[in-house]
């Protein structure tokens, strides 16, 4: 089947969804292909049992002081922010399980800020704007073919079958690695770029967070923040993670052990021996909770590829989003790991995402006869 898009989208997180509303801006139509069956990328959220909020398993924190453009996209939702939980006692676990107890929890600075509800409201709230674009679920691109005039074949499976349709320019809002490691290109990219992208480390994906649901904030009766590091763990830190009136709560870690490590060892223990943990932090309370999840971003293979495995995935350091001609100005590189500033984070998802948009609209610019934007009207 081969139909016609004039902007394709390839990846439905953060990035790819400020990519296709800003078009939608510029007047444009767009077609967003999504390889999971869900929108929203490494921000995925675990709903409460009642009452609407929605537990972060991906990223949950804001900082307004220094994301300025995540908060007035925040803003412009009308997404408000509560600060993360950290009156009281921190805890420091040795690695012979011994706990000290500091007087204050481990605020930081600029302060952490959560939205409210949870982080996918927002990717939900950009998907609730969207009118001209049409997205596909379960569309797993696989190549793309520099075409004539500029355009791109985009190739990908969907239901089942192989289809493919011809962009005049194409946003790719997926990490480096997953590029290099998922995508063939004709013609084919240099091989140096290929190996630079194959080396640009997926943030999060060698990494796991476990979250545990309870009936009540009970640490915080005692005294305690609900922060702790750990030499010790399984988990290496671990926070408060109740909603912002504290009626929904929890306590997240994050695992800090290699991925390797946790494959051999099974879920089920790891969950079993991060809920001893917590007992030993928190006391007899934390080995029942009313749910418990392990979201181990390591065994998404829409984030992370085996090289994310070994070791724990570093911090994205900024990549060049230059491409090589054909390809210059017919695929633009949104993702935040392609972000100038803030690579990795939802702030650097947003400063690719409209560094791209902004690259693809003098783009099209240039290829109208008259210098007009380009746009479909």
């Known amino acids: ?189 240099p091989q140096a770029l290929t190996q630079r992208w194959q080396h640009a480390p997926t943030w999060m994906a060698g990494h796991a967070k476990l979250l545990a649901v309870y009936a009540a904030p009970f640490w915080r009766a005692t005294g305690l923040s609900g922060s702790a590091v750990s030499q010790a763990g399984p988990l290496a830190e671990v926070h408060d993670a109740c909603d912002a009136g504290g009626g929904h709560a929890a306590l997240f870690g994050f695992v800090g052990v290699p991925v390797e490590w946790r494959r051999r060892m099974g879920r089920d223990a790891l969950i079993a021996a991060a809920l001893a943990q917590l007992a030993r932090l928190f006391g007899p309370e934390a080995l029942a909770p009313r749910a418990v999840h392990l979201q181990d971003w390591a065994e998404e293979s829409d984030t992370a590829t085996p090289a994310d495995a070994q070791p724990l995935s570093a911090h994205p350091h900024p990549i060049d989003p230059g491409l090589p001609a054909p390809w210059a100005d017919r695929i633009h590189l949104a993702g935040s790991e392609f972000a100038s500033e803030f690579p990795g984070y939802l702030e650097g998802a947003v400063v690719a995402a409209e560094r791209a948009v902004e690259s693809l609209r003098h783009t099209l610019s240039m290829r109208t006869p008259d210098g007009a934007s380009g746009t479909t009207g």
């Open 1 to 189: 089947m081969i139909a016609s898009a004039p902007i394709v989208v390839v990846g439905g997180g953060l990035s790819g969804l400020v990519a296709a509303h800003l078009l939608e801006r510029l007047g444009l139509d767009v077609l967003l292909l999504e390889a999971r069956d869900r929108v929203g990328g490494r921000i995925l959220g675990l709903a409460a049992e009642v009452g609407g909020h929605r537990f972060d398993l991906g990223p949950a924190w804001v900082w307004p002081a220094i994301n300025p453009r995540l908060a007035k996209l925040l803003d412009a939702f009308g997404l408000p922010l509560f600060a993360q939980h950290s009156a009281g006692a921190g805890l420091v676990e040795a690695h012979a399980q011994t706990v000290r107890r500091h007087a204050t929890g481990f605020m930081q600075q600029p302060p952490s800020m959560r939205i409210l509800g949870g982080t996918a409201g927002l990717t939900d709230a950009l998907r609730a704007s969207l009118s001209r674009t049409r997205i596909l679920l379960g569309a797993r691109v696989s190549g793309l073919t520099a075409g004539p005039a500029g355009t791109v074949v985009v190739e990908f499976d969907c239901t089942a079958r192989g289809e493919r349709c011809v962009a005049s320019s194409v946003v790719l809002a997926v990490p480096p690695r997953l590029l290099a490691a998922s995508l063939h290109w004709t013609p084919p990219l």
